[in-house]
Protein backbone atom coordinates (compact mmCIF):
# COMPACT_ATOMS: atom_id res chain seq x y z
CA UNK A 1 0.00 0.00 0.00
CA UNK A 2 1.59 3.46 -0.88
CA UNK A 3 1.96 5.74 1.44
CA UNK A 4 -0.87 8.56 0.33
CA UNK A 5 -3.57 5.68 0.17
CA UNK A 6 -2.18 4.76 3.78
CA UNK A 7 -2.42 8.43 4.99
CA UNK A 8 -6.21 8.60 3.59
CA UNK A 9 -7.25 5.03 5.50
CA UNK A 10 -5.66 6.71 8.86
CA UNK A 11 -7.32 10.02 8.27
CA UNK A 12 -10.80 8.23 7.81
CA UNK A 13 -10.05 5.90 10.99
CA UNK A 14 -9.25 9.38 13.06
CA UNK A 15 -12.34 10.65 11.51
CA UNK A 16 -14.41 7.81 12.88
CA UNK A 17 -12.81 8.46 16.25
CA UNK A 18 -13.43 12.39 16.24
CA UNK A 19 -17.34 11.48 15.42
CA UNK A 20 -16.68 9.44 18.46
CA UNK A 21 -16.19 12.12 20.64
CA UNK A 22 -19.92 13.45 20.00
CA UNK A 23 -22.21 11.87 23.24
CA UNK A 24 -24.84 8.81 21.80
CA UNK A 25 -27.95 9.65 22.56
CA UNK A 26 -29.21 6.80 24.52
CA UNK A 27 -32.74 5.60 23.78
CA UNK A 28 -34.98 3.42 26.79
CA UNK A 29 -35.81 1.04 24.28
CA UNK A 30 -32.95 -0.18 23.05
CA UNK A 31 -29.04 -0.61 24.39
CA UNK A 32 -27.68 0.55 20.64
CA UNK A 33 -27.27 4.52 20.74
CA UNK A 34 -27.63 6.90 18.04
CA UNK A 35 -23.71 8.08 17.06
CA UNK A 36 -22.27 10.38 14.44
CA UNK A 37 -20.06 7.59 13.69
CA UNK A 38 -22.52 5.63 10.86
CA UNK A 39 -21.79 8.95 9.17
CA UNK A 40 -18.29 8.17 9.18
CA UNK A 41 -19.00 4.69 7.36
CA UNK A 42 -20.76 6.57 4.14
CA UNK A 43 -17.99 9.47 4.12
CA UNK A 44 -15.32 7.52 4.04
CA UNK A 45 -17.20 4.60 1.44
CA UNK A 46 -18.33 7.56 -0.37
CA UNK A 47 -15.18 9.43 -0.38
CA UNK A 48 -12.03 7.05 -0.14
CA UNK A 49 -13.98 4.35 -1.78
CA UNK A 50 -14.70 6.79 -5.04
CA UNK A 51 -11.10 7.34 -5.03
CA UNK A 52 -9.34 4.16 -4.45
CA UNK A 53 -11.85 1.77 -4.43
CA UNK A 54 -13.57 -0.17 -1.63
CA UNK A 55 -11.12 -2.16 0.06
CA UNK A 56 -9.45 1.16 0.97
CA UNK A 57 -12.89 2.47 2.50
CA UNK A 58 -12.95 -0.85 4.42
CA UNK A 59 -9.79 -0.90 5.70
CA UNK A 60 -10.71 2.76 7.65
CA UNK A 61 -12.96 0.77 9.24
CA UNK A 62 -11.04 -1.95 10.02
CA UNK A 63 -8.26 0.14 11.68
CA UNK A 64 -10.60 2.34 13.46
CA UNK A 65 -12.10 -1.17 14.77
CA UNK A 66 -9.09 -2.30 15.36
CA UNK A 67 -8.07 0.49 17.37
CA UNK A 68 -11.07 -0.28 19.32
CA UNK A 69 -10.72 -3.76 20.02
CA UNK A 70 -7.30 -2.66 21.54
CA UNK A 71 -9.28 -0.72 24.25
CA UNK A 72 -8.91 2.87 23.18
CA UNK A 73 -12.24 4.42 24.00
CA UNK A 74 -13.16 5.75 20.59
CA UNK A 75 -16.66 4.84 20.26
CA UNK A 76 -19.38 7.41 21.16
CA UNK A 77 -19.53 7.37 24.77
CA UNK A 78 -15.92 6.60 25.73
CA UNK A 79 -16.53 2.94 24.76
CA UNK A 80 -13.85 0.73 23.26
CA UNK A 81 -12.41 -2.93 24.08
CA UNK A 82 -13.19 -5.85 23.12
CA UNK A 83 -16.53 -6.15 24.85
CA UNK A 84 -18.25 -3.97 22.86
CA UNK A 85 -18.36 -6.27 20.14
CA UNK A 86 -20.42 -9.01 22.32
CA UNK A 87 -23.09 -6.44 23.11
CA UNK A 88 -26.23 -5.55 21.19
CA UNK A 89 -24.15 -2.94 19.29
CA UNK A 90 -21.46 -5.50 17.72
CA UNK A 91 -23.16 -6.34 15.28
CA UNK A 92 -23.76 -2.55 13.66
CA UNK A 93 -19.75 -2.14 14.31
CA UNK A 94 -18.28 -4.98 11.95
CA UNK A 95 -21.67 -3.95 9.74
CA UNK A 96 -19.60 -0.32 9.55
CA UNK A 97 -16.79 -3.00 7.37
CA UNK A 98 -19.35 -4.00 5.13
CA UNK A 99 -20.98 -1.27 4.42
CA UNK A 100 -18.09 1.38 4.03
CA UNK A 101 -17.01 -1.57 1.37
CA UNK A 102 -20.56 -1.62 -0.56
CA UNK A 103 -20.14 2.00 -0.86
CA UNK A 104 -16.83 2.75 -2.05
CA UNK A 105 -17.71 -0.10 -4.49
CA UNK A 106 -20.62 1.28 -5.40
CA UNK A 107 -18.94 4.48 -6.11
CA UNK A 108 -16.01 2.95 -7.51
CA UNK A 109 -17.73 1.65 -10.51
CA UNK A 110 -20.14 4.47 -10.77
CA UNK A 111 -19.43 6.74 -13.98
CA UNK A 112 -21.01 10.01 -12.91
CA UNK A 113 -22.52 10.49 -9.17
CA UNK A 114 -25.90 13.01 -9.32
CA UNK A 115 -26.95 13.56 -6.13
CA UNK A 116 -29.56 10.46 -6.51
CA UNK A 117 -27.34 8.40 -6.98
CA UNK A 118 -25.28 9.32 -4.18
CA UNK A 119 -28.01 9.53 -1.62
CA UNK A 120 -29.20 5.69 -3.00
CA UNK A 121 -25.31 4.30 -2.55
CA UNK A 122 -25.38 5.83 0.95
CA UNK A 123 -28.73 4.32 1.71
CA UNK A 124 -27.85 1.02 0.56
CA UNK A 125 -24.55 0.54 2.40
CA UNK A 126 -25.11 3.17 5.13
CA UNK A 127 -28.34 1.87 6.27
CA UNK A 128 -29.34 -1.25 4.77
CA UNK A 129 -25.98 -2.94 4.80
CA UNK A 130 -25.03 -1.94 8.38
CA UNK A 131 -28.86 -2.68 9.92
CA UNK A 132 -28.39 -6.54 7.83
CA UNK A 133 -25.38 -7.26 10.14
CA UNK A 134 -26.55 -5.44 13.48
CA UNK A 135 -29.73 -6.35 13.57
CA UNK A 136 -28.92 -10.31 13.75
CA UNK A 137 -26.67 -9.48 16.29
CA UNK A 138 -28.53 -7.31 18.41
CA UNK A 139 -31.47 -9.50 18.43
CA UNK A 140 -28.93 -12.52 19.85
CA UNK A 141 -27.76 -10.50 22.49
CA UNK A 142 -30.91 -8.95 23.64
CA UNK A 143 -32.36 -12.29 23.17
CA UNK A 144 -35.48 -11.25 21.37
CA UNK A 145 -36.79 -12.11 17.43
CA UNK A 146 -35.34 -10.68 14.43
CA UNK A 147 -38.94 -8.86 13.89
CA UNK A 148 -38.85 -7.61 17.25
CA UNK A 149 -34.97 -5.75 16.78
CA UNK A 150 -36.20 -4.71 13.44
CA UNK A 151 -39.11 -2.92 15.02
CA UNK A 152 -36.79 -1.54 17.34
CA UNK A 153 -33.87 -0.23 14.81
CA UNK A 154 -36.79 1.80 13.14
CA UNK A 155 -36.23 4.23 15.90
CA UNK A 156 -32.84 5.12 14.40
CA UNK A 157 -33.93 5.37 10.78
CA UNK A 158 -35.11 9.11 10.69
CA UNK A 159 -31.44 10.30 11.88
CA UNK A 160 -29.91 7.74 9.53
CA UNK A 161 -31.39 9.68 6.57
CA UNK A 162 -30.40 12.85 8.09
CA UNK A 163 -26.72 11.53 8.04
CA UNK A 164 -27.15 10.50 4.67
CA UNK A 165 -28.46 13.28 3.18
CA UNK A 166 -25.24 14.86 5.16
CA UNK A 167 -23.03 12.31 3.86
CA UNK A 168 -24.10 12.83 0.32
CA UNK A 169 -23.78 16.61 0.29
CA UNK A 170 -20.25 16.55 1.34
CA UNK A 171 -19.41 14.02 -0.79
CA UNK A 172 -20.86 16.13 -3.77
CA UNK A 173 -19.11 18.78 -2.55
CA UNK A 174 -15.96 17.70 -2.43
CA UNK A 175 -16.51 15.69 -6.05
CA UNK A 176 -17.10 19.41 -7.07
CA UNK A 177 -14.38 21.24 -5.41
CA UNK A 178 -11.62 18.13 -5.70
CA UNK A 179 -12.22 15.94 -8.98
CA UNK A 180 -12.90 12.02 -7.86
CA UNK A 181 -10.64 10.82 -10.61
CA UNK A 182 -9.68 6.65 -9.87
CA UNK A 183 -6.47 6.46 -9.14
CA UNK A 184 -4.12 4.73 -11.50
CA UNK A 185 -2.55 1.70 -10.65
CA UNK A 186 0.87 2.12 -11.34
Known amino acids: MKLKKLMYVSMFATIMGVL ?9 ISP ?5 QSLGVMLSGSILGARFGPKYAALSQLLFLSLVMTGLPLL ?3 RGGIGVFFSPSGGYLIG ?17 GSFFKTILVNIVGGIFVVYLCGIPIQALMMNISISEA ?33 EVKA
Open 150 to 182: IILSLVYLPGDFMKVAIASLLAIKLQNAVPFRK
Open 76 to 78: SGG
Open 32 to 36: VPITL
Open 96 to 112: YVAGAYVIGYLFYRMKE
Open 20 to 28: GMVPPILLG
